[in-house]
């Protein structure tokens, strides 16, 4: 069954740094998310896309983050300099149409010293 | 405020009961919910999908019932075994909006 995958799996950075998140979606899939969870709490909405531009962000998704879908196949998250609190685990989703479930890959566990 | 309350407290059962969860909402008028299950260290897989005019859906042993007059809606796992273990998340898409906002999750715990 073909899956979202994300990499890499855990990324550690300092403070005030860039970071690249990479996701893969599911090819035929014509909507994209990225959501994150603080360690223990839940699942948060940041930013939609669809069609090439971003369909809805939360509050959260500031003018510190951005995606971008550069070659049709994978979708990315920036951060442009990274803060602690931006420590969490982050999860690309996509899905088929704006009504089908969403496919979650695995993650990537950001954690900023 | 909007709110989806899920129970914070894990839900402790034995293999082969009915295990019940719960997820109420304020403040949405949604589209429909969905079901999520979550294993440590993963991401959200889903269940099951429930319409604001469907009153009930079924998937194996999986059973969803929504009740937007109470803004509830219980998922029940009938015949449940220890590999159900798990965090149940319940989401919503809420009307005009096109991205899903979940709840904290409940933890199941099945003991053998």
């Known amino acids: 069954e073909p899956e979202v995958t994300q990499t890499p799996s855990h990324q550690v950075t300092q403070m005030g740094q860039e970071v690249i998140l990479r996701c893969v979606p599911i090819?035929?899939?014509?909507?994209f998310y990225w959501y994150r969870q603080i360690l223990g709490q839940k699942v948060e909405f940041l930013v939609s896309?669809?069609?090439?531009?971003?369909?809805?962000k939360s509050e959260i998704f500031d003018d510190q983050f951005s995606v971008e879908r550069p070659d049709g196949s994978n979708f990315t998250l920036k951060i442009r300099s990274t803060k602690l609190e931006d420590s969490a685990m982050y999860f690309c989703?996509?899905?088929?149409?704006?009504?089908?479930?969403?496919?979650f890959g695995n993650g990537t566990r950001l954690t900023v010293t | 405020s909007q709110k989806i309350e899920q129970n914070s407290e894990a839900l402790n059962i034995q293999e082969g009961k009915t295990a019940t969860l719960t997820c109420n909402y304020t403040?949405?008028?949604?589209?429909?919910l969905q079901w999520y299950r979550q294993d440590p260290g993963r991401g959200p897989v889903f269940l099951l999908l429930i319409r604001e005019n469907e009153k009930e859906k079924r998937k194996e042993r999986l059973k969803v019932t929504f009740d937007t007059t109470l803004k509830q809606s219980l998922f029940h796992i009938t015949a449940s075994q220890p590999a159900d273990s798990a965090t149940y998340l319940c989401?919503?898409?809420?009307?005009?909006?096109?991205?899903?906002?979940f709840g904290s999750g409940t933890r199941l715990q099945v003991q053998p």
């Open positions: 403040n949405y008028s949604p589209a429909y």
């Open positions: 989401a919503l898409l809420d009307t005009g909006r096109r991205a899903l906002t």
């Open positions: 896309f669809y069609n090439n531009e971003i369909s809805e």
């Open positions: 989703a996509s899905r088929e149409t704006g009504d089908s479930p969403l496919h």
């Open positions: 090819s035929n899939h014509l909507y």
